[in-house]
């Protein structure tokens, strides 16, 4: 074998065993750290969700214990995750992903967590555009209006009284910006009627599945 051609094949042997090198250097490194970023994933996750459901309520697994729906007219989220909270075995609560989608600048994401009885436990944003100064009173660190819904039910008010004041409710508009607490009223109440309806199913699919509700609200308009 002439020399050029021996010299080839040991720098393609050298550079097939170093990438060999670092490719297992990289899946040792993944396989050592995977179980520390699970762990942190899952720990955001938990911290997330103890802003609206409070540690007393659940003993189960949150992040686990999940179901993905497809119920879009009710959720406002093509796929939303839905959690569910148990308490020594029984069903204690749900924990919801809805988003508003007539924002004033676009959709508004929510976490909406309902205990069996009905009742909201907590709402809070987890995205949205709204105007600085205007419709991000809808931010509990701007403001305690999101706080107002814990403790409400359909029936508290009665259904026709959940709407901002401007049309006829019992929940506050913000000066200068009613279209953003609309949409959010709108949404925490399509959640509960969404719940009502739904909730047996929710907490009786085996975790991980996903559910398609073919069902909407009752005032729902195609998009």
């Not at 409400?152 to 004041?165: E, F, N, Q, S, Y």
């Amino acid at each position: 074998m002439r020399e050029p051609v021996r010299e080839s094949l040991r720098s393609g042997l050298q550079l097939a065993l170093a990438a060999l090198l670092a490719t297992g250097l990289l899946a040792g490194t993944w396989a050592l750290t995977r179980d520390r970023i699970t762990a942190a994933e899952h720990r955001l996750q938990m911290d997330a969700l103890a802003i609206v459901i409070p540690a007393d309520r659940y003993d189960n697994d949150l992040v686990a214990d999940a179901v993905t729906v497809d119920a879009a007219p009710w959720l406002g989220l093509p796929l939303a995750t839905v959690r569910r909270a148990r308490l020594r075995g029984a069903d204690a609560a749900l924990v919801l992903d809805v988003s508003a989608p007539d924002g004033y600048a676009g959709a508004i994401g929510l976490l909406v967590a309902v205990d069996r009885d009905g009742r909201v436990l907590g709402v809070r944003v987890t995205r949205h555009g709204e105007t600085p100064g205007l419709g991000d009173d809808i931010e509990a660190s701007r403001s305690d209006w999101i706080t107002r819904f814990t403790g409400r039910a359909l029936g508290d008010p009665a259904p026709p009284r959940w709407a901002v004041r401007r049309d006829g409710g019992d929940f506050d508009q913000f000066a200068g910006a009613t279209v953003t607490p609309r949409a959010v009223v709108a949404a925490v109440k399509r959640c509960l009627d969404f719940v009502q309806r739904h909730g047996d199913a929710l907490y009786a699919a085996p975790a991980g599945a996903t559910l398609r509700i073919d069902s909407a609200p009752d005032d729902y308009r195609t998009p």
